[in-house]
């Protein structure tokens, strides 16, 4: 059974990058799709990418241009950044696996962000 | 980018009532389609993928239907666990897009 847990900051500046770890336990990160995905305060959910090791990402296009996913397999882990924060990139942020029939599960528990000086 | 529509956004009902969310997609999504249930505090739950196939360990009153652009989520006998917010998930193509949440609350 794949665990998934996110670490942060919790506190980036504004026009800093902000970098997220999900550290996975129960498999190995070469062996999945890996997803982030973002919310808002008592908002819905924004789909922020996804990669898998040995292929090209795909990003929201609204991110594409500030956001960066990574593997490193060395500490099984998966990376966000995302550059040039504003306070709208303030949000719970969750990393979670695609796996067959296109199905995000499990999740993590989320990691807050909040962009504030 | 692919527009899921979720309706209603709100709806108010009783133990034991049966709810029906609607999930319309912008354009045929075939059934790359999930549900995912939230809690506040917690991160979503899968309950419902390629349309209609239920998660291991989901209810059986949880049930998914539809194809191409129309989907329907239907929880049947409404226990009171099932207060939460929903949100369909289209996983057709890139970008993968959520619809907006139906809020489930106690009447």
């Known amino acids: 059974q794949v665990r998934l847990e996110e670490s942060g900051p919790g506190l980036v500046k504004p026009s800093d990058t902000l970098s997220l770890t999900c550290s996975v336990s129960?498999?190995?990160?070469?062996?999945?799709?890996w997803t982030w995905i973002r919310q808002p305060a008592g908002k819905g959910l924004e789909w922020i990418g996804q990669m898998y090791p040995t292929l090209r990402p795909n990003y929201n296009p609204s991110l594409q241009s500030r956001v960066t996913m990574s593997v490193d397999r060395s500490k099984n882990q998966v990376s966000l950044r995302l550059a040039s924060v504003t306070a709208a990139d303030t949000a719970i942020y969750y990393c979670a696996t695609e796996i067959a029939g296109r199905r995000l599960d499990p999740w993590g528990q989320g990691t807050l962000v909040v962009v504030s000086s | 980018d692919i527009q899921l529509t979720q309706s209603p956004s709100y709806v108010s009902a009783s133990i034991g009532d049966r709810v029906t969310i609607t999930c319309r997609a912008s354009q045929d999504i075939n059934n790359f389609l999930a549900w995912y249930q939230q809690k506040p505090g917690k991160a979503p739950n899968l309950l419902i993928y390629v349309a209609a196939s239920l998660q291991n360990g989901v209810p059986s009153r949880f049930r998914g239907s539809g194809y191409g652009s129309v989907f329907t989520l239907t929880i049947s006998n409404l226990q009171p666990e099932d207060f939460a917010t929903y949100y369909c998930q289209q996983a057709n193509s890139f970008p993968r897009t959520f619809g907006g949440g139906t809020k489930v609350e106690m009447k």
């Open positions: 129960g498999g190995s990160v070469s062996s999945y799709h």
